[in-house]
């Protein structure tokens, strides 16, 4: 018992340098999510239909957000096994495929977006819930909806930047421009969903205004700093000289890449029918669900950030061939990241009967809310315990593995006992709810199993 005890517990010098990484992405998901809870409060302060509509739209824009960041996904492990390597070319390179490919994914994304916006919204609406429209629903989400659109090529480009610092390990300038953008959001939000300084209140889209502002301003920060600090940052330097990116690593990328965007793709339409099966409840528990995510994943800002710094050490010393150093500092992140959410879980299940009473909504939702964040608070550390596998295998390029362990088990798995159980019985929504996140605890086995193996210890950029 104590050696393996030894072999999940590191240094001092461990922790400080997995800290170094994660407490700027953490701080930078906290302020990101706390805000959205803000702003989720804020909204939901003028009715429930508004809060509604929103979360319906922003349900779709969840998964433009994650295509983009599974695409951003496959060409970081180039990068960060590139700057393990010290290869700036390669880095370069890198960026180079990351913003042709955001730039794509985001004409198609607007286009499918602005054409469909009506029928996929319609999708979540289904009569239940006491005081509830659901035609006052769809016009509020559509309002939101096609406003959002037009900040979706900022906030992509912004992430291109975003990834590229993190894979050469600098995770404050990230955290910097998300820390700046959600500030202006919250002020903005506050000054027009209400009407303050003069102005009229804008409700539903002046809440889509302040999240458009707030995209340019990150990415503006993004592209000043990167661009003035290029001696720090040299594949930053002469980016736009040349568009030319290598055909063999074009093609190394998107053999590498096209998994792990399929994957997010799959994964963010996994999680959305989800949301659309539980909503078959009655939009009670689309606003339950609504405020219940919102929350958890200010908690989860945890494991998040965790799982990212095992991307981002553990590719570097893959990318460098120290293997067995790999395997047993991913195996002392995955320790960590779990303990971690054992202690935040239980403040997420001591706040759950509070956080429900900020939201200007009925009886019903609030008492739905709070039995559906004790659940999240339970589920907590199996989720960090996946989230932590998840990117282990990605970082060393094992992406249709993570393709399977991620995706496909939502697939298979969770999305069928969902169908079932919400289409052939009359299940209420907190049941079901527990039922279809506890399918979590088979990932686990699945998913010690497959980092056990040490299949994903490669070094993929010889």
Not at 381 to 398: D, V
């Amino acid at each position: 018992m104590k050696l393996n005890l030894k072999r999940l517990i590191g240094t001092k010098e461990f922790y400080r340098t997995v800290l170094a990484i994660a407490i700027p992405i953490m701080v930078q998901s906290g302020i990101t999510q706390f805000v959205s809870l803000l702003d989720n409060v804020m909204v939901g302060s003028i009715g429930t239909e508004q809060l509604n509509g929103v979360a319906i739209a922003n349900q779709l824009v969840f998964v433009f957000n994650l295509c983009i960041f599974g695409g951003l996904s496959g060409a970081s492990i180039f990068g960060a096994q590139f700057n393990g390597k010290k290869d700036i070319d390669g880095m370069r390179h890198v960026m180079r495929f990351k913003l042709y490919f955001v730039i794509a994914t985001s004409i198609i994304g607007i286009v499918v977006l602005s054409v469909w916006s009506s029928p996929l919204i319609r999708l979540f609406l289904h009569e239940g819930g006491k005081d509830i429209d659901p035609a006052l629903t769809l016009s509020y989400g559509l309002d939101y909806l096609k406003l959002t659109l037009i900040g979706l090529i900022p906030y992509a480009i912004a992430q291109c930047y975003a990834s590229s610092f993190k894979e050469a390990g600098e995770t404050v300038i990230p955290m910097i421009g998300s820390g700046a953008a959600v500030i202006v959001n919250l002020v903005l939000n506050y000054i027009l969903i209400f009407g303050k300084l003069g102005l009229p209140a804008m409700g539903v889209k002046g809440a889509a205004i302040a999240t458009i502002i707030s995209r340019f301003v990150e990415l503006l920060i993004m592209v000043i700093w990167a661009h003035t600090h290029t001696r720090r940052f040299e594949f930053f330097h002469k980016l736009y000289a040349s568009f030319r990116v290598p055909k063999e690593l074009t093609w190394d990328i998107i053999k590498k890449g096209t998994p792990l965007m399929a994957n997010e793709l799959l994964w963010s339409l996994g999680m959305t029918t989800l949301t659309q099966r539980y909503s078959t409840r009655g939009l009670a528990a689309v606003a339950a669900i609504n405020i219940s995510s919102t929350v958890s994943n200010l908690f989860n800002v945890v494991f998040m950030a965790i799982g990212s710094s095992i991307g981002i050490i553990v590719g570097n010393l893959l990318g460098a061939k120290k293997f067995e150093e790999a395997k047993e500092t991913d195996r002392k992140i995955i320790a960590m990241s779990v303990m971690g959410c054992l202690c935040f879980g239980g403040l997420l299940a001591a706040c759950s009967g509070l956080i429900p009473n900020l939201y200007n909504t009925t009886a019903e939702v609030k008492a739905i809310a709070s039995a559906l964040l004790l659940i999240s608070a339970a589920m907590m550390p199996f989720n960090a315990f996946t989230h932590a596998c998840y990117f282990t295998l990605r970082s060393g390029g094992q992406t249709k593995i993570t393709m399977l362990f991620d995706s496909c088990y939502v697939w298979l798995i969770c999305i069928p006992v969902a169908v079932v159980l919400s289409k052939y019985t009359n299940m209420p929504i907190v049941p079901l709810f527990a039922i279809c996140s506890g399918t979590e605890l088979i990932k686990c086995i699945i998913g010690y199993l497959f980092v056990k193996s040490g299949k994903w210890v490669k070094n993929i950029v010889k």
